[in-house]
């Protein structure tokens, strides 16, 4: 009977080739297929980050369209599972990329948890996250002695609620909040210190050390440093 494969949930880093771990870049050159998350439009990022490792490989664009629709997702996950689990009842080895880490607001975490439900095998190997790389890209601290760090993602709900605890604090995906962001952050006092980097280590990366100067429109692959007001 032959061997089923085992999917890879590589987490491939904020953007920035050279930040992939040297056990991402193994699996990606041993796989047999490489899983590309494909939203319907635009760049493929995280492909294009590991597109020099990968030269060669059959490559498989998993549908994960941008939409809230809970069914919607659920559809496309459910789909892109199915597609998976076929490859690996073949004994093909699969590396699905995506940005950053797989743990942390990824599109893989929910194909995963469906392909082990099916009883296949299938492991995670983190990278480096886009608030770690904009932490360094700062030569700040996300958090010191005992401050408590907290990472919201700023596009799905209001933020008060955060803002409120005493804690340092990281807003992904705040792109299309950013005007709302700084007023909540003015608001509670918190705008002073704030910082942002917008595409963190890719080629159009831009560095905001003083988050209340930004005036401009910012991308979705923005991430805010908050220095909590108690801790200050």
Not at 1 to 13: H, Q, S, W
Not at 83 to 90: D, G, I, V
Not at 102 to 116: E, G
Not at 117 to 126: E, L, R
């Amino acid at each position: 009977m032959m061997d089923k494969g085992i999917l890879y949930g590589i987490g491939v880093g904020p953007g920035d080739p050279e930040l992939l771990t040297t056990k991402a870049v193994r699996l990606l050159q041993e796989a047999d297929i490489i899983a590309v998350p494909d939203k319907g439009s635009g760049e493929k990022t995280a492909l294009n980050i590991v597109k020099d490792y990968i030269v060669g490989k059959e490559l498989l664009y998993c549908s994960t369209p941008m939409t809230r629709d809970a069914q919607l997702l659920d559809a496309g996950y459910t789909a892109a599972a199915e597609e998976l689990c076929a490859l690996l009842e073949q004994g093909k080895t699969v590396a699905f990329i995506t940005l950053g880490d797989p743990t942390v607001y990824s599109t893989y975490i929910y194909i995963h948890k469906k392909v082990v439900t099916k009883g296949y095998q299938a492991q995670i190997i983190p990278g480096v996250t886009s608030f770690c790389a904009v932490a360094a890209r700062l030569g700040r601290s996300l958090c010191e002695g005992s401050e408590r760090l907290m990472i919201v993602p700023a596009s799905h709900k209001e933020v008060d609620d955060c803002l409120q605890v005493d804690a340092n604090f990281v807003f992904m995906k705040a792109g299309r909040e950013i005007g709302a962001l700084k007023e909540k952050l003015s608001a509670y006092d918190l705008l002073d210190g704030a910082a942002m980097v917008e595409n963190c280590s890719m080629e159009t990366e831009r560095v905001y050390e003083d988050f209340a100067k930004l005036e401009q429109p910012s991308g979705y692959f923005s991430v805010v440093l908050v220095k909590g007001g108690q801790t200050q």
